[in-house]
């Protein structure tokens, strides 16, 4: 339904739908914003019934004078009425002086009007209504662009119209109240989004959408971004085209993928129970990790950049089948692993060279474990062959050859070949 006329008894019909519900108990209470009202008569007055009629209306905007803005008035002319939609409820009338009041059709709707010789308005009162952006919540009543549509006490439903609101105000954030979908309805690059929380806002990033730039705050984002951006404070799962500034964020199960021939930064991030993976985008993108704490798989880098990581307390899992070239360089608190759990030693491997520079138990172990002692035998290998001396099995030792078992019983550890004084003339050791 929308706003109609009957040109034969100039009756103005207004569906209780088309007005905003504002309070439901304990009595219903619906808005009509005269501008609104007047651009609804204004369009019926165009078409080909209508521009044969007599005007509806007459409308004097909004003037300005000393400062202050005079409201705009709407006076319903020559034998026109309005009638709402039948039914216990009130319109309060906002927006305009008008004389819709006195020339209503007397139902049970009950019509509230606003006038006053003083009423005014003024860029100021308008801007500060919106509390610094538009509010956007898509299971809210209300849409369009007039104000006080997009304000907190009447978010708008649905991102097109922000826009529209945002950029005829000269806004530059979003503030979102529950999840949205950022599509192709208009560029929203250099935007800010605020989210209520990573667990109440989630931002589903189009592919065809233009957020160059963008800034997202306390929500939950994922999609497909478009560069140069800022992420702080939010929860991401999978993302696309990543490149900018991501800052305190949780990063949750799913793959990030880099791009852009920039830079990644992260900054001071978490990971869970489950191992994100960040894709490097093959060729052509470079990744600083600073400050992570917990577990981050990387794969699929083909190209010179490098991967820089200082870590907190964390572990990069490095997958040496699909990064094979450029530079790795970790340090900090933690572990560099490839997909099996084994510590990536510094080293050249093939066309990547690593640089493991981290502090953790079990690469420390594993490089004492591995070091030569005499250089011939690890220690490992060395401990084997002392622990056989000490407790293993031993059988020959009246002849000139002597054996000692491993100490499961399972294996020659040492076949030496004694003269008759025992002194050992030839040995043969087993350290596998």
């Known amino acids: 339904m929308a706003v109609s006329i009957d040109w034969s008894t100039r009756v103005i019909s207004v569906p209780k739908a088309d007005l905003i519900l504002i309070q439901s108990v304990p009595v219903e209470i619906r808005e009509m914003n005269l501008n609104w009202f007047r651009m609804q008569l204004k369009d019926i007055e165009d078409n080909a019934d209508g521009i044969v009629n007599i005007d509806t209306h007459r409308h004097n905007t909004e003037v300005t004078l000393g400062g202050l803005t005079y409201a705009r008035i709407i006076e319903i002319i020559n034998g026109y009425t309005v009638t709402f939609e039948d039914g216990q409820y009130a319109v309060n009338l906002v927006g305009a002086n008008s004389n ?23 860029q100021d009162i308008v801007y500060g209504s919106y509390n610094g952006g538009v509010h956007v919540d898509t299971s809210s009543p209300y849409s369009g662009t007039i104000h006080p549509v997009g304000t907190p006490r009447m978010p708008v439903n649905n991102m097109p119209d922000a826009l529209l609101i945002a950029v005829y105000n000269g806004f530059d954030k ?44 306390e929500c939950h984002v994922t999609g497909t971004l478009d560069g140069d951006i800022l992420i702080n404070r939010c929860l991401l799962t999978d993302l696309n085209y990543v490149y900018g500034y991501i800052e305190q964020c949780f990063l949750d199960e799913g793959t990030i993928v880099l791009g852009g021939g920039n830079q990644a930064v992260f900054l001071d991030c978490w990971t869970g129970e489950a191992i994100p993976i960040i894709d490097m985008g093959d060729a052509g993108q470079a990744l600083s990790l600073s400050g992570l704490n917990g577990r981050v798989k990387i794969i699929n880098k083909t190209g010179p950049q490098a991967i820089t990581a200082f870590l907190n307390s964390g572990t990069i899992i490095l997958d040496l089948d699909t990064v094979t070239k450029g530079t790795v360089l970790i340090e900090g608190v933690g572990e560099l692993i490839d997909g099996d759990g084994n510590c990536i030693e510094s080293g050249t491997y093939g066309d990547l060279v690593v640089l493991n520079n981290t502090t953790n138990s079990h690469c420390i172990a594993e490089a004492v474990a591995t070091r030569p002692v005499d250089g011939l035998y690890t220690l490992e290998e060395a401990t084997r062959l002392i622990l056989a001396t000490l407790v293993g099995r031993l059988s020959g030792a009246a002849t000139t050859t002597v054996t000692i078992r491993d100490i499961n019983n399972t294996k020659n550890r040492i076949v030496a070949t004694v003269d008759e004084n025992g002194n050992r003339t030839a040995l043969t050791l087993d350290a596998e």
Do not use: L, W
Not at 110 to 118: F, K
Not at 189 to 203: A, E, H, L, Q
């Open 174 to 217: 979003f503030f979102i109240h529950d999840d949205i979908v950022v599509d192709s309805g208009g560029n929203y690059s250099s935007m800010t989004f605020i989210g209520d929380s990573p667990t109440k806002s989630i931002i589903d990033v189009s592919a065809i959408s233009n957020v160059v730039g963008c800034e997202f705050y």
């Open 100 to 122: 819709v009041a006195d020339v209503v059709n007397v139902n049970q709707v009950s019509v509230r009007s606003a006038n006053s010789a003083g009423m005014v308005t003024s």
